[in-house]
């Protein structure tokens, strides 16, 4: 059966009207609120095909009709008008990046408040993942006597910088030496990557800096892998509890129940390969059996072309997902700008 534009318009009127009001939707009130043009009769027969096509189910006898999974992907996929985000909440957003944040932590925190505040939704944020990350430049410089400090530059254009002590007869021309061989040897390479023969490689070129060589590649490893703590923020879990679909308390406890297992969280919001952009799974499109009466609403955040890692919108499936879509994906790309001034020193 073909799916026309008079049964696009009712399924269409039926998924605004159940996601404004939570209660199914009968042809009368579509006939009075969205005045299509034909006879509640009509409508009731468009709805009997619509149901029989899977859009839509009856949720109980005498009710009216809610959308189905399918109703919503094909609303998602073929019906769902983008909209724009206000200015005023447009700014808001830049006001909340602009302060002065020193931390990727924060930065991250401020991303799941207020992506739930804009949503009323459960938000998820992903620490990015630093390790795939290469070495672009490693650099020694002498600034006084006895101290140097070591900066790492990585592809994704983050800039990490440490103080370090070094003995009082070290010459610029000495860290120099060191900063070469490490650039050569490097260089390119991510942390992952980096094996013992290599390291061995190394400090048989740099025999005698050994003292230098241990704090430097020491304090590379460290100032790496200290934002590289692989975590999920979570933030407005009462938002979900609070809707209709959620007051059943043996729900409640199984969905409170996967909030609390970062791992899980970790999987769903995975994703495949390097998908970019925005990602939206409706119920039963979801991996756990626990998530079946919620979509998700996920968007990759990046540092120039590198993905670093995902934020996501967890709800009912009657979610608003045309407001979840435009909050979501303006806050993706605002962190990703916050991201890239930040690893770069811009802050």
Same mark, same amino acid.
């Given at each position: 059966?073909?799916?026309?534009?008079?049964?696009?318009?009712?399924?269409?009127?039926?998924?605004?009207?159940?996601?404004?009001?939570?209660?199914?939707?009968?042809?009368?009130?579509?006939?009075?609120?969205?005045?299509?043009?034909?006879?509640?009769?009509?409508?009731?027969?468009?709805?009997?095909?619509?149901?029989?096509?899977?859009?839509?189910?009856?949720?109980?006898?005498?009710?009216?009709?809610?959308?189905?999974?399918?109703?919503?992907?094909?609303?998602?996929?073929?019906?769902?008008?983008?909209?724009?985000?206000?200015?005023?909440?447009?700014?808001?957003?830049?006001?909340?990046?602009?302060?002065?944040?020193?931390?990727?932590?924060?930065?991250?925190?401020?991303?799941?408040?207020?992506?739930?505040?804009?949503?009323?939704?459960?938000?998820?944020?992903?620490?990015?993942?630093?390790?795939?990350?290469?070495?672009?430049?490693?650099?020694?410089?002498?600034?006084?006597?006895?101290?140097?400090?070591?900066?790492?530059?990585?592809?994704?254009?983050?800039?990490?910088?440490?103080?370090?002590?070094?003995?009082?007869?070290?010459?610029?021309?000495?860290?120099?030496?060191?900063?070469?061989?490490?650039?050569?040897?490097?260089?390119?390479?991510?942390?992952?990557?980096?094996?013992?023969?290599?390291?061995?490689?190394?400090?048989?070129?740099?025999?005698?800096? =050994?003292? *230098? #060589?241990? +704090?430097?590649?020491?304090?590379?490893?460290?100032? /790496?892998?200290?934002? &590289? $703590?692989?975590?999920?923020?979570?933030?407005?879990?009462?938002?979900?509890?609070?809707?209709?679909?959620?007051?059943?308390?043996?729900?409640?406890?199984?969905?409170?129940?996967?909030?609390?297992?970062?791992?899980?969280? =970790?999987? *769903? #919001?995975? +994703?495949?390969?390097?998908?970019?952009?925005?990602? /939206?799974?409706?119920? &039963? $499109?979801?991996?756990?059996?626990?998530?079946?009466?919620?979509?998700?609403?996920?968007?990759?955040?990046?540092?120039?072309?590198?993905?670093?890692?995902?934020?996501?919108?967890?709800?009912?499936?009657?979610?608003?997902?045309?407001?979840?879509?435009?909050?979501?994906?303006?806050?993706?790309?605002?962190?990703?700008?916050?991201?890239?001034?930040?690893?770069?020193?811009?802050?």
């Amino acid at each position: 059966m073909k799916m026309d534009e008079r049964k696009q318009k009712i399924l269409l009127a039926i998924i605004k009207d159940y996601i404004s009001t939570a209660e199914p939707v009968g042809s009368r009130t579509i006939s009075r609120k969205y005045k299509l043009g034909v006879s509640p009769a009509t409508i009731r027969n468009e709805m009997a095909d619509l149901e029989e096509m899977g859009y839509i189910e009856q949720p109980h006898t005498s009710a009216g009709r809610i959308p189905s999974h399918l109703g919503y992907r094909y609303y998602v996929d073929c019906l769902m008008e983008t909209e724009q985000l206000p200015e005023q909440e447009q700014a808001a957003i830049r006001r909340g990046y602009e302060n002065k944040v020193r931390e990727v932590g924060e930065v991250l925190n401020r991303t799941g408040r207020m992506l739930s505040q804009l949503t009323n939704y459960t938000a998820l944020v992903q620490t990015p993942y630093f390790g795939g990350s290469s070495y672009k430049h490693i650099q020694l410089v002498l600034i006084a006597p006895a101290q140097a400090i070591l900066i790492v530059v990585m592809d994704t254009g983050a800039v990490h910088h440490q103080m370090m002590t070094v003995p009082e007869n070290i010459t610029q021309q000495d860290l120099d030496q060191i900063s070469g061989v490490l650039n050569a040897k490097l260089q390119g390479r991510t942390m992952d990557s980096i094996r013992l023969t290599l390291i061995k490689e190394i400090y048989f070129e740099l025999a005698k800096h =050994r003292h *230098i #060589l241990d +704090l430097a590649l020491e304090l590379i490893q460290e100032r /790496i892998t200290s934002v &590289s $703590e692989d975590k999920i923020y979570l933030e407005g879990v009462f938002n979900i509890l609070n809707q209709p679909e959620f007051h059943n308390i043996e729900k409640v406890k199984v969905l409170l129940s996967l909030l609390e297992q970062e791992n899980t969280l =970790r999987d *769903i #919001l995975e +994703l495949p390969g390097d998908a970019r952009g925005i990602t /939206i799974k409706i119920g &039963s $499109e979801n991996p756990r059996k626990e998530m079946q009466n919620c979509s998700m609403v996920t968007a990759t955040y990046q540092v120039g072309e590198k993905i670093l890692g995902t934020i996501g919108v967890l709800g009912p499936t009657r979610m608003d997902y045309a407001r979840v879509v435009t909050v979501i994906d303006c806050m993706s790309k605002n962190l990703s700008r916050a991201l890239e001034r930040l690893l770069k020193g811009q802050v």
